[in-house]
C-alpha cells in the first residue's frame, strides 16, 4: 500500500482553515454589532433631541463670573441697566444632558454649565448664554468649545477657551485672554494686556494698554499703539508692531518667525540679532537713548523701520 506526502498534509490542514474560518466570522459579527449599536444611539439621541430657552434677570453684581463647560458659547454686552440678564439656549439629547445654574456669594454672580453624562458624543449637549450687564461689571468667563464675545465692559475681562475665538471689543478695562486653540482679538484701551494662545493669532492693533504682553506658540502677534513698554513673543509665527506713540521698551522674540517693527521716528538703543536671517535697523541709534528695542529671532528676519 502506497501513499503520498500530498495526501497526508492535505487531510491536517482541514481544520486549522476551518477553525480560521470560524474565528473571522466571530470577529465580523462583534464587528458589526458594534457599529449597529452605535448606529442605533445616533439615530435615538438624534431623534430625541430638543432645545430649550430660558431667560432671567438678576439684581446687577460687582463681579459676574461664567464658567461653560459644554459644546457653548457665551456672547456678553454691556448696556446702560441696573441689572443682568442671562438668556440660555440648551440643547440636549437622550444621551446627553445639559445642566446650568447660578449661585450669589457677596457681590459676585456665578453662572455654570455641565453635560451630566459621559456620551456627549452620541448627542450635542450644548449651552449658549448670551448675557446683559451694566457697563461697570468685572467680567470672567471660561469656554471648553466655544467663541467667547464680550463687547462694551468698562471693566476687568478675563476670558479664557480651550477651543474657540476669543473676542473682545470697545473693552475699557485690564485684559486678559488666553486660548489653546483659536485666534484672540481685542479692542479698546486699558491699564495692561496679557494674552496667550498655544494655537492661534494674536491681534491687538487696536488696543491701547501701557503693559502689553502677548505670546503664542503657533501663530501670528500683531500689535499696535499705545503701549510703554510690550513684550511679545512668538515660537513659530510674525510679529508685527505698528505704533506711532513714543514708548520706553519693545522686546520682540520669535523661534520661527520675521519681525516687523514700525515705531516713532526718534532715536533708540537698539539690539537686533537673528541666527538665520537679516537684520535691518532704519532709525537712529544711540547707546545713550531712553528708548529701548530688542528683537531676537532664531530663524527669520529683523526689519525696525520709522513711521
Known sequence: MTFTARGLYASSSKEP?????????????IVGLAALGTGVLGILTTAVSETTTDTTEFPA?????????????????AEDTDTV??????????MSQPSWDTETEGDTLRLAANCSLI????????????????????????????????????ARVDASTDTGEIRLADVTGEITAESATGR?????????????????????????AADVQAT?????????SGFDTA??????GAITVTTDTEFQTLHATTAIGNIELQVPDRVYRVTADTTVGSPKV??????????????????????ITPR
Request: aromatic letters at 6%.
Open 17 to 29: 482553515r476551518g477553525r480560521r474560518g470560524r474565528w473571522w466570522l466571530v470577529i465580523g459579527a
Open 61 to 77: 453684581p460687582s463681579r459676574l463670573e461664567i464658567d461653560n463647560n459644554t459644546e457653548g458659547s457665551v456672547t456678553l454686552v
Open 85 to 94: 440678564t442671562v438668556r440660555v439656549d440648551v440643547w440636549s439629547s437622550m
Open 119 to 154: 456620551f456627549t458624543v452620541f448627542g450635542r449637549c450644548s449651552v449658549d448664554y448670551e448675557v446683559a450687564v451694566p457697563e461697570g461689571t468685572e467680567v470672567s468667563v471660561h469656554t471648553v468649545t466655544g467663541d467667547v464675545d464680550v463687547t462694551g465692559v468698562s
Open 184 to 208: 484672540i482679538t481685542a479692542a479698546g484701551s486699558g491699564p495692561s494686556a496679557v494674552v496667550t494662545s498655544d494655537t492661534g493669532e494674536i491681534n491687538l492693533e487696536d488696543f491701547q
Open 216 to 224: 503664542s506658540a503657533i501663530g501670528a502677534i500683531r500689535i499696535g
Open 231 to 236: 513684550r511679545v513673543r512668538s515660537d513659530t
Open 282 to 303: 532704519a532709525v537712529d541709534q544711540s547707546r545713550d537713548a531712553t528708548s529701548v528695542i530688542e528683537a531676537r529671532s532664531d530663524t527669520g528676519d529683523i526689519t
